[in-house]
């Protein structure tokens, strides 16, 4: 039935991409207002974090077993992650499934999947100025310290690459909810804040009752910020860290499993029964 | 080319329990009721047609288009576009075919409306130079130089339509399906988006699916009409011969200073009678095979005492109307 010649060479496909996920990115900017609160919000929030969790260690080095300055780097490195992470950009699909242009995306000659994708890689791009903002004054206060070891930082680097595969699945599977209710608003709005808590991005999870933590750990929140950072700021990574990265490693498959179901059934939704 | 066979799309939603509690009732319930929104449509419609594609709202010309598009997949039947099963693979069928629902856009809102059309380029894969000059054209085509880096957000509907319409056919798709490409538009606008499709048609040789309400958008562009309802074809032929079959009468429309309902004249049936100032303006049907236009004028004088005398030919519109009425539809 298809021919071969149909289909875009892949070079096409990977420039299709790029061209969607630079034009999600330009989306982001396109109010130069919110880009600037954007920026300054996020610096903004570096300075609080900072102050507060300086306020409550007042004098002592440790709390709960975990350092101050850990706890610091841990807390202003969650800003920036989460600002990169969860940019809750969804109109990369719902803004597309309410104004039915969704029906336009499953006609064309690259599959929706990527472009959904590609348009978020393009909002965390966008996020990035205000990120990038935030480290030099996180730095300039001396609030990010070094990595517990260069092993550590190493670590890190792979656990966030990780991290945010995880984010980003994750988020793309939620925006699939669009396909079976456009009522969304509310719902959105409890998940995004039980992401962040449950990423650790707003308390680190070692703060957390035992059971809280447990529970936590159990859902693929945790595996997008607090593994991540728990792994920078650990000064002994050995066996365990291979354990938490084969963890994010595991998540990873199962959610793209996940979300590779919702997708047809999303998808089964709009061809049979018109959406 | 398009091909259509017994095509039929059954949609299945859960049945509504009336009474007590119906809200619960509803939500627990496993019965579902089933309505054919397209029933046994088969339709061929050649490289190069324009074919018109009528029927009252919700009866079933979207979801006929849609199977065509490949956004459906239909219940039974065949379909094929360009040699390719639309549903079955819509990555190849998408270069084939080009779509404009009035109703919805696929335009992203919040860039310029070039940053659209760049990103429709980069995502089917065109060759810059060839996308340049498609682009170049059609703006020069329907005059969207002014608001080619104006917001999509902020474009007037006019506007907003041509973009959708220059969306649709970037790659120059050998197939394309307007479905309600006019509605909304004031006059000037439909007038421009009409003789761009038609320049399109005898330039590229592009095959035009047309659904709308605006029967001018039909009589200006297709020679065929396909009319839907209550998703089955009434109607598959030459826009001259549906007005032959559905409404073989004349109208004359005689004004007089009194002319009583009663008026019986033979050959004519008096349909409708106005008020228009100290006179009565009436109107007579005849069929043209039966009784002469000068004979029916002739009957028509010797009974009443006219003042003035008009005949006209019922338009397609009378047309549609009519066949809406006898199928028992409110046109």
């Known amino acids: 039935m298809s021919t071969a010649t149909a289909r875009l060479p892949a070079r096409r496909v990977r420039a299709g991409l790029r061209a969607s996920v630079r034009h999600a990115a330009r989306s982001q900017f396109a109010f130069r207002a919110s880009t600037w609160t954007g920026i300054v919000g996020c610096v903004l929030q570096v300075i609080l974090v900072h102050l507060v969790w300086t306020a409550v260690y007042g004098e002592r080095t440790v709390v709960s077993g975990v350092a101050q300055g850990d706890a610091v780097t841990y807390a202003v490195l969650g800003v920036l992650t989460t600002t990169i992470f969860q940019p809750f950009i969804f109109d990369s699909l719902l803004g597309r499934l309410r104004t039915g242009a969704i029906a336009f995306d499953v006609m064309r000659p690259i599959s929706a999947v990527p472009v959904a994708l590609a348009r978020q890689l393009g909002g965390t791009l966008a996020q990035l100025p205000a990120a990038g903002a935030a480290l030099v004054v996180g730095l300039a206060l001396g609030a990010i310290s070094q990595p517990g070891s ?9 656990s966030l690459m990780l991290g945010f595969t995880i984010a980003l699945i994750v988020n793309f ?19 995004r804040m039980l992401a962040q808590f449950s990423s650790g991005a707003l308390i680190p999870l070692w703060f957390m009752p035992a059971w809280l933590q447990d529970s936590l750990t159990l859902l693929p929140f945790s595996a997008q910020v607090f593994v991540p950072l728990s792994i920078y700021v650990d000064q002994d990574p050995g066996w365990h860290t291979v354990r938490a990265l084969g963890l994010q490693a595991m998540w990873v498959a199962v959610l793209v499993a996940l979300a590779t179901l919702v997708w047809h059934r999303a998808i089964r939704r709009l061809v049979i029964f018109g959406g | ?10 949609f299945t939603r859960p049945q509504r329990v009336q009474g007590r509690f119906s809200g619960l009732r509803s939500f627990l319930s496993t019965r579902t009721v089933t309505t054919r929104a397209v029933d046994d449509v088969s339709l061929r419609i050649d490289d190069g047609e324009i074919v018109g594609y009528l029927g009252p709202n919700g009866a079933g010309k979207s979801t006929t288009i849609k199977m065509l598009t490949g956004v459906l997949v239909p219940t039974s039947g065949h379909v094929e576009v360009e040699g390719i099963v639309p549903w079955k693979d819509r990555r190849a069928n998408a270069r084939n075919i080009g779509a404009v629902f009035g109703q919805r856009s696929q335009l992203w809102t919040d860039l ?5 059309f760049d990103l429709i380029a980069s995502l089917y894969g065109l060759d810059p130079v060839d996308y340049r000059r498609s682009l170049d054209g059609f703006v020069d085509l329907l005059e969207m130089g002014p608001f080619l880096d104006t917001a999509v957000r902020s474009l007037s509907l006019g506007q907003r339509m041509r973009g959708d319409i220059v969306a649709a056919m970037l790659y120059r798709p ?7 490409p006019t509605v909304g538009l004031d006059v000037v606008a439909k007038a421009r988006i009409r003789d761009f499709i038609a320049e399109q048609n005898r330039t590229e040789g592009t095959t035009v699916l047309l659904t709308t309400h605006d029967i001018s958008d039909i009589e200006q562009l297709a020679r065929r009409v396909v009319i839907i309802d209550d998703g089955r074809i009434l109607y598959d032929g030459g826009l001259e011969s549906l007005r032959d079959r559905y409404a073989p009468f004349r109208e004359i429309v005689v ?9 019986d004249v033979p050959g004519l049936t008096l349909t409708r009678t106005v008020a228009a100032g100290d006179e009565v303006r009436a109107t007579f049907r005849f069929d043209p095979a039966d009784l002469s236009a000068p004979a029916a004028i002739g009957r028509l004088t010797s009974s009443l ?14 047309v549609i109307r009519q066949i809406y009425t006898d199928r028992g539809v409110v046109a």
């Open chain 2, 305 to 318: 005492a006219i003042t003035d005398l008009s005949s006209r030919e019922p338009d397609v519109e009378d």
């Open chain 2, 174 to 180: 050998p197939v394309l399906y307007l479905d309600e």
């Open chain 1, 173 to 191: 599977t939620v925006g699939l909810v669009g396909f079976w209710t456009l009522e969304t608003g509310g719902a959105f709005l409890i998940y």
């Open chain 2, 1 to 10: 080319m398009i091909r259509a066979e017994t095509l039929v799309k059954e």
């Open chain 2, 255 to 263: 004004s007089a200073p009194r002319i009583p309902d009663s008026t």
């Open chain 1, 150 to 158: 260069w092993l550590s930082g190493a670590a890190c680097l792979l």
């Open chain 2, 112 to 116: 310029p409306l070039r940053e659209s």
